[in-house]
């Protein structure tokens, strides 16, 4: 007999490289603005904790994982030093690097709408919290690296997000067996991520050229 | 016999009005970066519940209104699409545009004063979180634009928040009858924001030249 | 017989001058960005207390400090004035404000560390949450003025931020008495961070020059 491991452990191994993934993209962009090694260090945290932490806070749901677990933080905190030692080679591992980046998406919304789910919200918000966790920390490493964000001007990320979310969740509520659910989730979310990216897909953009207050 | 209606139904409709207001506003700025549509729908929601939202999470007031009624979240993200439809015909539509913002933000105010009241803060407090509640989605809204908020350089946009929720607040420490309170309230904050829009009132400005460190 | 005051006391007076002088320094930001009054009060205020606010809200300890005390929020809003008044002379004062805003570092670590303490988090989140409180209010200043934050990429301040905590909350755990390891701490982190201007000490950069994607 063969089984998939348990759905909850595969999230959880998941998660961690997710983490290390999201932390070790975002020193990339550190170094692009030539931070310092506690910046690099500092943005890594944010930007793979920041959905998960804006998630819980927006939903009420204390302690945070990385208060009660202070593992979560040290690995984001030292992820980071991974790419700076890797900075020389780094270029031919571009297509590694936007993999990492598309597991840490689609492994964050499952594991986001998990916990929305576990907290009895409705249907749209579980979906949400899917997009707000998977999507927020990348986000914020714009913002504190003063772009306008990547999420809100190009390629298929929240869209992504928000599909997988919208599967998963429909999954969750048909009480589909968690291990095939995850997997197919998961399978489903990273090929669209990454399809989008080789085709350049794109969604129609709105240009307005009216003149600026203030 | 001729009554006001009941306040709180006034101002549960004049929010609808004001999420939808501030979400379509915030649409022309989207369109200014040239944002896809998921990111002007995503700027056009985060820019109208962000202030309630930022309140809620400072006062410890859970759950959000927009995780506990969903319909808040769907109106905000479908209001931007009304903008994009619009596109052609808005730069004629300026004057409509001022009055919806200004409606958003004069009613914010006075439904953050009336949920602080509620939780019994402190008097400055509840006038500091209608300053949240009608201000907050903006500045939010500029640096996911990666501007300098405007709140922060130009205009009576903070002091006619600040005084919108005075009156109100002292209205209701004085147990005013809530009806005539919420009128008189509106009519003062909305006459206030567009006469200093229209004869271009100003507060002094700080000017600093010093060198910057770093 | 001469005995050091309660160190309680002792933090309490210090926040109240860490929060004007942050305070004060944040309204020199804005003044370089030529923003209105209400806009360096408003600044004024935020970078004053958004390192402590951002702490609760993380670890959930509600209320909000000037929430309950609207006096800290009413000091950090008219400190600016200060600046304002003064100025013609600020150049004159810049050894005073770097003091100042030092000051502000290292109490609003220990006061941080202290929070945390008595909510039984662990030992490492005792740190980050004296690191967040001490910094995270320069953050939100460098974001709202459309600045790569300071933080990231130069000088030592979050590095003074992450020994003043260890230093301190070693302490605590030691159950080391009270007053002398606050005395002890601050001036140990002072230093530290005066010489640290003075001497230009920095961290290793991490320098990318890999392509932009997006």
């Known amino acids: 007999m063969w089984n998939l491991p348990p759905a909850d452990s595969v999230l959880h191994v998941l998660s961690w490289l997710a983490l290390a993934a999201q932390a070790m993209t975002a020193a990339l962009a550190a170094g692009r603005r030539s931070m310092d090694w506690m910046g690099v260090c500092l943005l890594g945290a944010i930007t793979a904790l920041g959905g998960g932490t804006l998630r819980d806070v927006l939903l009420g749901h204390y302690p945070l994982a990385w208060v009660e677990r202070p593992s979560y933080l040290l690995l984001t905190l030292l ?49 949400v919290a899917g997009m707000i966790t998977g999507c927020a920390g990348g986000v914020l490493r714009d913002i504190l690296c003063n ?68």
Request: glycine share 10%; with cysteine; aromatic share 12%.
């Open 79 to 127: 992820a980071p030093f991974v790419t700076i030692a890797m900075a020389r080679v780094v270029h031919r591992l571009t297509t590694a690097f936007l993999v990492l980046d598309a597991i840490g998406l689609v492994v964050f919304t499952m594991s986001g709408c998990n916990i929305a789910w576990q907290m009895n919200v409705p249907f749209g918000i579980v979906i």
């Open 147 to 214: 772009d306008v964000p990547l999420l809100f001007r190009a390629e298929l990320y929240a869209s992504v997000s928000l599909l997988t979310g919208l599967i998963y969740a429909t999954g969750l509520s048909l009480g589909l067996g968690s291990g095939v659910l995850t997997a197919l989730t998961f399978v489903f979310g990273l090929s669209f991520r990454l399809l989008a990216i080789r085709y350049k897909w794109n969604m129609p953009r709105f240009v307005f050229t009216g003149e600026e207050r203030g």
